[in-house]
């Protein structure tokens, strides 16, 4: 029990502590009522025994109670103070209502018991208590009396009905306390949206069942479950549509983790699941089960369960005590680095999208920094066309300064060459940079990076105007390219321009397969194919707008290999 919940625990025992003592009060009362008890010169000695010796045979009973009510099991549960103390009451005021006879004033005792089962037991046994000993009330006066006289009645209605009030009142109280108490400790540990653990409480839980298994000698695993790109059904489908796949995944490990298993959402996106018990293989066996089920779960929620356009999955990590850490935290982290590899290895697209959802709430000139290091990234990825995305920009520039366009379009222009390639991270990198010429398989699949391309750009808000640009830059001029076969000034502007400035880079660069064109063989191609692949009236103004950019290009080139040389020139002296 934590600080807070022990404190607001002990300051209700205290009320409860006090109302108990008035209702004991009450009974001392009418009883020293009843024997018209004195206090002065004229005190009777007599009472006062009596009441000791009495007061002490009923706390040696209480005591051995105490001892003896724990063990017995179906009184496990029950408050034992309260029960104790209900067990020497009821009889006592039962046996003091016979004693009195005709005193009115002893019927106010059915309040006493009455009031302490409702402060232990809720209102609704309170209330029963109350009725119960209203009725008791009523017979013991119709046995003494040998009937019910109307002031007798009139008084044991008056009475019951007060009791019976009171006793509602008082339990209605102490539930509402009990029922806040528990809502506070729902709201302490448990994750709103969910249902499931919260990450604070999870970080206590853990650690209470690593010390129970170092104690059992048991093993113990556990799974850090990750929703890959979670911001990228957030922006596509919105936040709302996001929020109930947590919630529909949330409700899945509610009904497949049972005790002594137990799930928490542990991040914004992310959810652990402890299973004390099993070792790190067993855990990931259970884990592969658990995440097919979320992923169908998850997928059910997009669109009425169709096939969402990118693959929705889930990153697992999974550790075990005490081979990966011996306490709660370090079996956190060593969760945090086994989902790492795993998102992280393989050739994944994890990072780049990663990148995007980064930028995704960015300005346009904001985000271009980022940019720029998603693009060294794509480049690490594909080593044949290292340096692509920013050849391609200058070519396309100097035809878009040709031109005269204005400032917008070439900052569109600018971002759209950046990205144009962006889809080829969806490719394996054996096809990215196979050294023959691609089969027919693989060269249908490489064409789907335009599509890809566009759908990675589309939840960026400020990138969409260059979605074209992405999704066309392979059209070309006769209809006979990819995707969508435009033809001619179907074609944005944009696209055409950055197909001429797309195929002349890839013509001058060096390939496994071929060999880079020359300059002047370049430009021979270009006008070779104009009105076919490239817009006619675009290839004559590329083709005076590149001839300097392609001469610093080449001269920045040297220049680099001339500082590479030095550099091992220097390494080997």
């Known amino acids: 029990m934590r600080e807070w919940e022990q404190r607001r625990a002990e300051e209700l025992s205290e009320y409860v502590l006090v109302t108990h003592i008035v209702c004991l009060l009450i009974f001392l009362m009418v009883v020293a009522s009843f ?32 001892k003896l009510i724990p063990k017995v099991t179906f009184l496990s549960r029950t408050r034992t103070d309260e029960l104790l103390l209900l067990f020497i009451v009821s009889p006592l005021t039962l046996g003091f209502l016979w004693f009195s006879k005709d005193f009115f004033g002893a019927k106010v005792l059915i309040m ?29 006066d119709y046995r003494i009396f040998g009937g019910l006289p109307d002031n007798v009645f009139q008084t044991n209605l008056l009475v019951s009905s007060v009791t019976v009030l009171s006793s509602w009142v008082v339990g209605g109280l102490m539930e509402v306390e009990k029922k806040t108490q528990r809502e506070l400790v729902k709201l302490a ?40 790109q979670f911001k990228y059904y957030n922006a596509v489908y919105g936040y709302q549509k996001g929020d109930e796949i947590l919630t529909a995944i949330g409700k899945l490990l509610l009904e497949e983790v049972h005790e002594p298993d137990y799930a928490a959402r542990y991040g914004s996106d992310e959810f652990m699941v402890v299973l004390p018990g099993l070792n790190k293989d067993e855990a990931g066996e259970a884990a592969a089960v658990l995440k097919e089920k979320m992923q169908a779960r998850a997928v059910s929620c997009l669109d009425g369960g169709e096939v969402p356009p990118r693959p929705f999955s889930i990153s697992t990590g999974v550790v075990g005590y005490p081979a990966d850490g011996d306490a709660a935290l370090a079996l956190v982290r060593a969760a945090e680095d086994d989902l790492f590899r795993t998102k992280y290895s393989g050739g994944k697209t994890y990072l780049y999208r990663s990148v995007l959802s980064e930028i995704s709430t960015l300005k346009i000139k904001d985000a271009f920094p980022t940019l720029q290091t998603l693009v060294a990234l794509i480049n690490a990825k594909d080593r ?12 396309a520039l100097a035809l878009a300064e040709k031109m005269g366009l204005s400032g917008e379009e070439k900052d569109l ?17 054996p096809v990215l940079n196979k050294p023959s010429f691609l089969n027919k398989k693989e060269w249908e699949l490489m064409k789907k990076h335009t599509v890809w391309g566009s759908e990675l750009i589309q939840p960026l808000v400020a990138f969409r105007e260059i979605l074209p640009i992405i999704r066309s830059h392979h059209e070309n001029y006769d209809g006979s390219g990819y995707p969508d076969h435009l033809k001619g000034e179907e074609i944005p502007l944009l696209a055409r321009i950055l197909r001429l400035a797309d195929s002349f880079d890839a013509m001058t660069s060096n390939r496994p397969y071929r060999k880079a064109l020359t300059f002047s063989e370049a430009c021979a191609e270009l006008e070779r194919y104009a009105g076919a692949l490239y817009d006619p009236e675009l290839v004559p103004l590329f083709l005076e707008a590149v001839k300097d ?18 550099e091992l020139e220097a390494v080997q002296n």
């Not at 029963?128 to 209203?134: D, E, K, V």
């Not at 044949?384 to 070519?395: I, P, Q």
């Not at 600018?414 to 990198?429: P, T």
């Not at 950019?549 to 030095?566: C, D, R, S």
């Open 112 to 140: 006493v018991p009455a009031i302490i089962a409702a402060t232990a037991f809720g209102s609704y046994v309170g209330t029963a208590a109350a009725i119960l000993f209203g009725a008791l009330l009523f017979l013991l």
């Open 189 to 228: 540990d448990y994750d709103q949206l969910t249902g499931l653990y919260n990450h604070r409480f999870l970080q206590e839980k853990l650690a209470r069942s690593v010390q129970e298994a170092a104690g059992k000698k048991i093993p113990l695993a556990a799974v850090l479950f990750d929703i890959d």
């Open 35 to 66: 024997y018209d008890f004195k206090l002065g010169r004229d005190l009777d000695l007599s009472f006062p025994i009596v009441f000791s010796i009495i007061f002490v045979f009923l706390l040696s009973i209480f005591y051995a109670s105490r």
């Open 413 to 429: 222009l600018r971002y759209g060459a950046y990205l144009h390639d962006i889809g080829k991270i969806e490719v394996e990198s």
């Open 549 to 566: 950019v392609y001469k610093k290009e080449q001269q920045a080139a040297k220049q680099e290999l001339l500082v590479i040389g030095h």
């Open 384 to 395: 044949y066309t290292f340096g692509h995305s920013e050849r391609v920009l200058s070519y």
